[in-house]
């Protein structure tokens, strides 16, 4: 059986049925973003731990995890926030795209990007 992950990051409404699920699970944290900065007042009644402006959100995610990042991201917006996400994932960490809501253009990352954090943690 998989082990739930240790922190997750989810946005939005689809985040916070995400969060509930993740904490469902076993997660012992679970961070979100938001657009606008009222919503992030709305952490434990949405089921997060904490919530984020999805604009600076990855030195908030480092800051609250320490620096380690999260095992799990959860991304339904695509272009700028999904190179954001792969920047906030723990060594071995997971991005989850379930959708392209800011129908940013496509980007492409070279492997270094994706692969760097399993040998330098960041």
């Known amino acids: ?16 049925a995400a ?14 973003t938001v657009g606008p900065a009222a919503k992030t007042q709305l952490a434990d009644e949405l089921g997060y731990d904490a ?10 995610v480092r800051e609250a995890t320490a620096g380690r990042g999260v095992d799990l991201a959860l991304d339904p917006v695509g272009g700028p926030v999904r ?5 906030v994932l723990a060594p071995f960490g997971r991005v989850v795209v ?7 253009a496509d980007w492409t990352a070279d492997v270094w990007d994706l692969w760097k954090n399993l ?3 960041s």
């Open 1 to 16: 059986m998989r082990r739930p992950p240790d922190s997750a990051s989810t946005p939005g409404g689809v985040g916070s």
């Open 51 to 60: 919530l984020f402006r999805r604009e600076d959100f990855t030195h908030a």
């Open 98 to 104: 379930d959708g392209d809501l800011g129908r940013d």
């Open 119 to 121: 040998w330098d943690g």
């Open 19 to 32: 969060a509930r699920i993740a904490r469902g699970l076993g997660a012992a944290r679970v961070l979100g």
């Open 83 to 87: 190179r954001a996400s792969l920047e």
